[in-house]
């Protein structure tokens, strides 16, 4: 009743919706973007004279706390909380404020004041954050009143999702908890909620436990800092006192105080325990809980081993008296399941226990814990590995093999939280990765991000209720300093942020570019290294084969930048729209801004003869990377930075594939793009060959080309292997020599 009445009001004041106000289009720049702002007439100046007003309780005035505290930071002074007449800034708790209590808020600005009324408490919160955002926005600062000229306005919000998260790698490199605090703080200012902290993996354990102090004093440093120099050379745990000693671990003080700081700003922060794999740090204190009773052998618990359960419900104890959290994460993924199965006591649980095979016996110790988990109240999550051999009902997943997990899980009626690699995981690739410091692969700029829908499409209404949220994820293999850390998240962040709060009808691709790059230089401003969205112009292309030509169009993560652009030799000339090339255009292009020209894109764009045509396969493509199957190779789409884009078509074996061009006809060029990108085992071929034929049994070879970038070069390098010569025929034949592991191929060229 008390909110029909109070947005009635509100509608006599506001034009709803509209973002424009008696001065013209004025633009916010929060982010995430609020369900609804509705403008007004007039100004409210927040200045020194501003006093505070709240309802009582603890948390409300804890709340108030933190706005004073964003005050006194912001400007140096605090609001005065003395009840008295004149302009206020109130904060209360209405349940009615808007129609989902939880985490929803209004932010209402009059001339006399500003209201912001919470849902409940942790609504009251993000108003506050996002009274922060506009304070943080230089065009209501008013230098000369030291303080805000803020537009009358109402902004009616809350999140798409309850669960928003972040999770942190500390074990593969170790960041103080002073950082992690820093972490959350910038989480709370993007509405973020969920910080999953990965305290255990191979690299090292980092949370005290009294029980067992020696998983501290043995296995939380290791024997070098260089984490993959360390995985695959000696690959040791020191004491730290040891020369060289690389690694750390937080008190159980350090992590009440996380933990405490976290909950002030709505953060939960979700422990990680990893089990059964990912515990070889474990097994070498304690290697009689592995399969072998060796230390350095394998990563796996001997699941058949009841000690393992004493050991691990005996960490949980402590674990659970230091995180409150509903959910306790338990790892889950990629457990080797070989050691189990020469294990005499792990094929005695599996007959005991009347499992089917190994999978089953992965499943029998994550239900077991979860068992566990749920009779002190808590709820277990898992690695999207956690399905395989079935799962407890209240048990959720965290899908990280694609989408497909978090699918199934909600089908089973498992409550779900998306993570999917190619959206979501920040340890990727986020700009060309020949401009950046070396990284695990993939790529993900911000605009990936930005693009993920955590709900997938095939799920019905009842199925779409299990999908909690979604969350980014950084591994630290190559991470080292927090300021990387910082660099990898951010802007990606943002975009995470308004995947999981905005509605999805809010979100809006070219805005968010004028955001991010305002958020960008507020980060930076603040001290923290947020990565510059990149200046290269993405080129790209699609074939229109009723009319024989290439589109093209670029695109770039600035907001809105002059773009020029050549085609050949011509003369430059700036981009508007897209155009068109018939046969074969050399494009280059770059960004021109108050720095100059940025680097320059180049592209060869083909309308090429073999488009369309069919390709019949001598060797197998590799089903993990088929991209458009039968039709990738002369779609006229070319691969791009990532092999994982569905446009490069990987192979273990040789390459060796036939186009069919339809008729005999004169020949006279091929190529071929190949990727390498030695960390994942992706190698160019040693050499491509080109044979063709009338009848497409006699081959005759007309050209060869020899690989010469060396196969230890560490970085990203994509290589079109260019074959021109005169030939005829009807059938062209592409052979590649595989050097080792995967060849990732993608466009075959023909003239
Ligand atoms: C994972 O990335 N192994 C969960």
């Known amino acids: 009743m008390r909110f029909s009445i109070v947005c009635l009001v509100w509608l006599g004041i506001f034009v709803a919706c509209s973002e424009s106000n008696g001065q013209g289009t004025l633009k916010l720049q929060l982010i995430p973007v609020p369900e609804k702002v509705s403008f007004g007439e007039g100004v409210f100046l927040l200045d020194q004279g501003v006093g505070m007003e709240m309802d009582e309780g603890q948390e409300l005035e804890r709340c108030g706390e933190l706005l004073n505290a964003m005050m006194l930071g912001e400007c140096g002074y605090q609001l005065q ?3 008295k007449r004149g302009k206020m800034i109130r904060l209360r708790v209405e349940e009615e404020a808007t129609d989902r209590v939880s985490e929803s808020y209004r932010l209402e600005i009059t001339p006399d004041g500003l209201d912001i009324i919470g849902g409940d408490v942790k609504g009251v919160f993000y108003g506050i954050q996002t009274l922060g955002q506009l304070l943080a926005d230089p065009q209501f600062l008013d230098e000369k009143e030291k303080g805000w000229r803020l537009p009358v306005m109402q902004i009616v919000d809350r999140p798409a999702f309850p669960y928003r998260g972040l999770h942190l790698d500390v074990s593969r490199h170790f960041f103080p908890k002073e950082f992690v ?10 509405k973020l909620n969920r910080l999953h902290w990965h305290l255990t993996d191979a690299a090292g354990w980092r949370i005290e436990i009294k029980k067992f102090p020696e998983l501290t004093r043995r296995a939380a440093w290791r024997a070098k800092e260089d984490y993959l120099g360390w995985w695959n050379g000696d690959r040791r745990y020191v004491t730290c006192d040891s020369a060289g000693a690389y690694g750390g671990y937080y008190t159980q003080d350090e992590i009440r105080e996380v933990v405490a700081y976290a909950t002030a700003r709505q953060v939960t922060v979700i422990p990680e325990i990893e089990m059964p794999g990912h515990s070889e740090e474990v097994l070498a204190v304690y290697p009689e809980l592995g399969c072998t009773g060796k230390p350095y052998r394998n990563g796996e618990f001997c699941v058949g081993n009841e000690k393992c359960f004493e050991f691990v419900e005996e960490v949980l104890t402590e674990v659970l008296a230091l995180f409150p959290s509903e959910y306790i994460h338990v790892g889950g993924d990629e457990a080797s399941k070989a050691a189990w199965k020469v294990c005499p006591k792990c094929q005695k649980r599996i007959k005991e226990e009347h499992l089917k095979d190994e999978a089953e016996l992965q ?12 009779s002190k109240g808590r709820k277990l999550i898992g690695w999207d590995e956690i399905l395989e051999g079935g799962l407890a009902p209240e ?43 070396y990284a695990i692969g993939g790529f993900t700029p911000y605009l990936k991000t930005y693009s993920y829908h955590p709900v997938p499409e095939d799920l019905s209404a009842e199925e779409a209720r299990h999908i909690l949220g979604a969350q980014a994820n950084v591994w630290t293999e190559y991470i080292t300093t927090s300021e990387h850390v910082e660099y990898m998240i951010f802007p990606r962040l943002l975009a995470l942020a308004e995947v999981v ?14 955001r991010v790059e305002k958020h ?9 290294n947020a990565f510059k969205p990149s200046d290269r112009v993405e080129i790209l292309t699609e074939p229109e084969e009723s009319k024989q030509q290439m589109k ?27 155009f068109y090339v018939k046969d074969s255009a050399v494009v280059r292009a770059a960004v021109y801004d108050e720095g100059g020209k940025g680097g320059e894109s180049m592209m060869r764009v083909d309308y090429h003869r073999g488009i369309g045509h069919k390709v019949a396969y001598r060797t197998r493509y590799s089903g993990a990377y088929p991209a458009s199957k039968e039709v990738t190779l002369t779609d006229g789409f070319r691969g791009g930075l990532t092999y994982s884009d569905g446009r490069w078509q990987g192979f273990l074996t040789n390459v060796d594939v036939v186009v069919d061009m339809g008729r005999v006809c004169d020949l006279s060029y091929v190529s071929a793009g190949f990727m390498q990108l030695i960390g994942p085992g992706v190698y160019l071929p040693d050499y491509v060959a080109v044979s063709v034929s009338e009848d497409g049994k006699d081959f005759r070879e007309v050209a060869r080309v020899k690989n010469e970038v060396a196969v230890d070069k560490k970085e990203l390098v994509i290589k079109d292997f260019t074959m021109s010569f005169q030939g005829r025929g009807r059938y062209v034949r592409l052979f590649a020599k595989k050097h080792s592991g995967f060849q990732f191929v993608d466009e075959i060229v023909i003239y």
């Open 395 to 437: 048990a959720a997943v965290m899908s990280w093999r694609g989408e497909k997990g978090g699918i199934e899980a909600a089908r089973m009626g498992h409550d779900v939280v998306m993570t999917p690699g190619a959206f979501c995981y920040f340890d990727s690739y986020q700009a060309d990765p020949q401009t950046q410091p």
């Open 501 to 514: 709060w905005s509605p999805e009808a809010r979100r809006d691709r070219e805005d968010f570019k004028r």
């Open 181 to 190: 605090m820093k972490c959350i703080d910038w989480m709370a200012f993007y």
């Open 520 to 528: 960008v230089a507020l980060l930076r401003a603040r001290g923290v």
């Open 552 to 578: 093209v169009w670029f695109d770039t993560e600035r907001y809105r930048p002059e773009i020029r652009y050549r085609l050949n030799d011509g003369e430059e000339q700036v981009y508007t729209k897209p």
């Open 363 to 374: 499943s029998y110790m994550v239900r077991r814990v979860g068992k566990w988990l749920k």
């Open 81 to 83: 909380s003395v009840k």
